[in-house]
């Protein structure tokens, strides 16, 4: 009796296929989990998906994308491994229940629990088809007796849209968490070398609601920390004023708590509403070098 063999394998590789056509060629891994990442990734940029044969003769079938095929002969058992953790809900449905028996089995424990559908020919040259319903997913399969002896081991599942997603998931957790760490570097603008900017601000208008905490410039750029209802507010306007009066509206960053401005001015005005109609503070800069004490440096920075 053979065990799978390379021209069952290609069989497999090249056979009939509703979902997609796969190529017959097959190419070494180091294992099979490295086999599925390839496999995948390669579904993304053709669109074709096919089965991996690992060294141990196991088939994994990538579900959804390739109609599975288990080759089966009399006097062996052949194994269906369902996915880790995933549940049968039903009794495993077969077209011919008579000349194939069909059944249950589990490996592993916990978390790690694998349900298996273990499936006997009783008879050479007959087909049928399998339903095996689950807690995730239904799967239609074929079943296959054949007469030279060649048979199918074990057939297993990789979940291409799943892995997709799952990546997915992961590029875009590490794209927020990117976001995160640049926006608390920008933060940090704001409150990093506090011994050495200008806080020598004078504030104008406003209520205990819309005046900022603390102002200040380090040379290059002004900060300005607005109290906590500032989160809840839309976008204030800011302007600064000219020596003529004129007024330019100037673009500023909002990093949490902060308003950063990427230029240092003599006078401006923090506009919110139209025109300033809920509220106008103004802003004016008294150049007084790094006349701020400390202590008030600090307890003005514990933003949130």
Not at 58 to 84: H, M, N, T, W
Not at 156 to 163: R, S
Not at 254 to 271: N, P, T
Request: aromatic share 10%; with cysteine; hydrophobic share 35%.
């Amino acid at each position: 009796m053979k065990f799978i063999s390379s021209l069952l394998v290609s069989f497999l590789l090249a056979g009939s296929n509703s979902f997609a056509q796969a190529e017959p060629s097959i190419k070494k891994f180091l294992s099979a989990d490295e086999a599925v990442v390839a496999a995948v990734k390669r579904w993304q940029q053709t669109g074709r998906a096919r089965p991996i044969v690992s060294d141990d003769g196991v088939v994994f079938y990538p579900f959804g994308q390739y109609q599975p095929k288990v080759i089966c002969s009399p006097i062996r058992v052949c194994d269906i491994a369902l996915q880790e953790g995933e549940k049968i809900t039903d009794v495993p449905s077969t077209g011919d229940s008579v000349r194939w028996d069909i059944s249950k089995s589990v490996s592993g424990t916990n978390e790690k629990k694998i349900n298996h559908v273990v499936v006997k020919p009783k008879d050479v040259d007959i087909e049928t088809n399998l339903i095996v319903r689950t807690d995730r997913r239904i799967y239609h399969i074929e079943l296959v007796s054949r007469s030279d002896g060649e048979y199918i081991n074990q057939v297993a599942f990789y979940y291409p849209n799943e892995i997709q997603d799952t990546w997915r998931d992961e590029e875009l957790k590490e794209t927020e968490e990117k976001t995160q760490v640049s926006a608390q570097k920008e933060v940090a603008e704001c409150a990093a070398d506090i011994d050495h900017f200008d806080a020598a601000y004078e504030i104008k208008g406003g209520t205990n609601f819309t005046k900022p905490k603390l102002i200040y410039n380090n040379g290059v750029k002004t900060c300005i920390l607005m109290p906590d209802e500032a989160k809840g507010w839309e976008a204030a306007a800011f302007v600064i004023i000219g020596k003529d009066n004129k007024k330019q509206l100037t673009n500023y960053r909002v990093k949490k708590q902060w308003y950063i401005i990427d230029k240092v001015f003599e006078r401006g005005a923090l506009l919110i509403g139209e025109n300033g109609s809920d509220s106008h503070i103004d802003i004016i800069w008294k150049k007084a070098g790094q006349s701020t004490e400390n202590s008030n440096k600090n307890s003005l920075f514990g933003f949130k």
